[in-house]
């Protein structure tokens, strides 16, 4: 049985990987560790077809441990154990070579199914390496997630897509039999969605149905495969364009178009966890201290749909995306954040103020830790203005209220206080 071309061109070495460089470049965070064959438990987040299972491979092979692979969708507790007993008896202990454990879709994994991992990563008999198309905070136990470094894979842009193409066109020993012409990739690369592996697939099903000259366009690829694409693939781009319909419908105040788009994702069988979870990331950027229930409720149907599942489940959701949708926006917190972050980067590790400091002990109070602190409790209105940032960025105005009635309060209460300082 010949295997799919995506499985015949797949990279076996660092030098053959495509994208990620933040992780595998020249500088990336995990090219020292990979060289130095000292590789610490690792869990992979990004969308599907974009690198996750081969970099696991590659790194395995690199340095040369032995590789084991479980899937979280037929893999159980008593599949975990045998395969670390494995792992004990091909050299897991006392050893910076102990094997590899690659795990699929961790995320699909239970409570007492990560649990079962615990005892060997934390005595050190495997190194884990886990991919999730699924925010690993929400999916992975807090326990096992603070064993691991997780690291972001991003989608391949257009260039590392196309370069797939002309690999498989050059390096494949079937498809570089053939005479193949690309004369058009936009519709190959907008069906894939970023996903190397649907790119190759359909390419590669293109190739297949025509003779040994083939010339790549645009028509052609809607011709012979647009009729077979899904009406909602959960893991392509129309997955991500519905999403980002839906988000933006509630951002814009239109809980018509808010419940359509949620509909459409209900009928595709989204998970339900995915949607609540983004209307909780929205109820904090987009609606923020406008309306801060809108978190509250946004925190309480996660919770809900978490435990009941399909079909009630779409009742809170609609529930909730309605409320967002007619609730009052904010982004100021948000832009704050982002702010002060680049502050941040900019500025270094600026030093504490002195009369911010913790004073726990006489020696720090000698050396002037906490001295001439304004305690504001101690003021009329319980307010007593003095500076709280460094020196270096002193008067620096990172929130600004929106415009809107309760963000207006926060605006006059601040005026109000500070007086010029936050004038705005």
């Given at each position: 049985?010949?295997p799919?071309?995506?499985?015949?061109?797949?990279?076996?070495?660092?030098?053959?990987?495509?994208s990620?460089?933040?992780?595998?470049?020249?500088?990336?965070?995990?090219?020292a560790h990979?060289?130095?064959?000292?590789?610490?438990?690792?869990?992979?987040?990004?969308p599907?077809?974009?690198?996750?299972?081969?970099?696991?491979?590659?790194?395995?092979?690199?340095?040369?441990?032995?590789?084991?692979?479980?899937?979280a969708?037929?893999?159980?507790?008593?599949?975990?154990?045998?395969?670390?007993?494995?792992?004990?008896?091909?050299?897991?202990?006392?050893?910076?070579?102990?094997?590899?454990?690659?795990?699929?879709?961790?995320?699909?994994?239970?409570?007492?199914?990560?649990?079962?991992?615990?005892?060997?990563?934390?005595?050190?008999?495997?190194?884990?390496?886990?991919?999730?198309?699924?925010?690993?905070?929400?999916?992975?136990?807090?326990?096992?997630?603070?064993?691991?470094q997780?690291?972001?894979?991003?989608s391949?842009?257009?260039?590392?897509?196309?370069?797939?193409?002309h690999?498989?066109?050059?390096?494949?020993?079937?498809?570089?039999?053939?005479?193949i012409?690309?004369?058009e990739?936009?519709a190959?690369?907008?069906?894939?969605?970023?996903?190397?592996?649907?790119?190759?697939?359909?390419?590669?099903l293109?190739?297949?149905?025509?003779?040994?000259?083939?010339?790549?366009?645009?028509?052609?690829?809607?011709?012979?495969?647009?009729?077979?694409?899904?009406?909602?693939?959960?893991?392509?781009?129309?997955?991500?364009?519905?999403?980002?319909?839906?988000?933006k419908?509630?951002?814009?105040?239109?809980?018509?178009?808010?419940?359509?788009?949620?509909?459409?994702?209900?009928?595709?069988?989204?998970?339900?966890?995915?949607?609540?979870?983004?209307?909780?990331?929205?109820?904090?950027?987009?609606?923020?201290?406008?309306?801060?229930?809108?978190?509250?409720?946004?925190n309480?149907?996660?919770?809900?749909?978490?435990?009941?599942?399909?079909?009630?489940?779409?009742?809170?959701?609609?529930?909730?995306?309605?409320?967002?949708?007619?609730?009052?926006?904010?982004?100021?917190?948000?832009?704050?954040?982002?702010?002060?972050?680049?502050?941040?980067?900019?500025?270094?590790?600026?030093?504490?103020?002195?009369?911010?400091?913790?004073?726990?002990?006489?020696?720090?109070?000698?050396?002037?830790?906490?001295?001439?602190?304004?305690?504001?409790?101690?003021y009329?209105?319980?307010?007593?203005?003095?500076?709280f940032?460094?020196?270096?960025?002193?008067?620096?105005?990172?929130?600004?209220?929106?415009?809107?009635?309760?963000?207006?309060?926060?605006?006059?209460?601040?005026?109000?206080?500070?007086?010029?300082?936050?004038?705005?």
């Amino acid at each position: 049985m010949i295997p799919p071309l995506a499985e015949r061109i797949r990279p076996k070495t660092l030098d053959d990987y495509i994208s990620q460089q933040h992780l595998v470049g020249p500088n990336g965070a995990l090219t020292a560790h990979i060289k130095r064959g000292i590789i610490p438990s690792l869990i992979f987040w990004g969308p599907p077809g974009i690198g996750k299972t081969t970099l696991a491979n590659i790194i395995a092979s690199e340095s040369e441990r032995p590789f084991y692979t479980l899937s979280a969708i037929n893999s159980g507790v008593k599949d975990i154990r045998e395969v670390i007993n494995k792992a004990k008896q091909s050299g897991g202990l006392f050893t910076t070579k102990n094997p590899i454990l690659f795990i699929d879709e961790i995320h699909r994994f239970s409570k007492s199914q990560q649990d079962s991992l615990l005892g060997a990563v934390e005595k050190g008999w495997v190194t884990l390496i886990g991919a999730t198309t699924e925010n690993p905070s929400f999916e992975v136990i807090p326990a096992l997630l603070s064993r691991c470094q997780v690291y972001i894979l991003n989608s391949f842009d257009k260039d590392d897509l196309v370069a797939l193409l002309h690999r498989a066109i050059d390096e494949d020993e079937i498809i570089s039999k053939k005479k193949i012409k690309l004369k058009e990739t936009d519709a190959l690369l907008q069906l894939s969605g970023g996903d190397a592996r649907k790119l190759l697939n359909i390419f590669e099903l293109i190739v297949n149905s025509e003779d040994d000259k083939v010339t790549i366009t645009n028509a052609k690829v809607l011709e012979k495969v647009q009729t077979n694409t899904v009406r909602y693939d959960k893991t392509g781009e129309q997955h991500y364009d519905i999403v980002s319909a839906f988000i933006k419908s509630i951002r814009g105040s239109d809980p018509n178009a808010a419940v359509y788009w949620l509909a459409r994702m209900v009928e595709g069988g989204e998970d339900v966890k995915f949607i609540a979870r983004r209307m909780l990331i929205l109820a904090s950027e987009d609606i923020g201290n406008a309306n801060p229930t809108a978190l509250i409720l946004a925190n309480t149907t996660f919770q809900s749909v978490s435990m009941i599942g399909y079909p009630e489940s779409r009742i809170i959701l609609s529930q909730c995306a309605v409320y967002l949708a007619n609730s009052p926006k904010s982004n100021a917190s948000y832009i704050a954040i982002g702010q002060a972050q680049q502050l941040v980067k900019q500025t270094g590790d600026l030093s504490v103020p002195l009369h911010l400091r913790n004073a726990p002990t006489k020696l720090m109070k000698d050396l002037d830790y906490g001295k001439n602190y304004k305690y504001a409790h101690n003021y009329d209105d319980n307010f007593a203005e003095q500076e709280f940032l460094p020196d270096e960025i002193k008067n620096t105005k990172l929130y600004e209220p929106g415009n809107n009635a309760r963000e207006n309060n926060f605006r006059s209460f601040l005026k109000k206080r500070w007086k010029n300082k936050y004038d705005y």
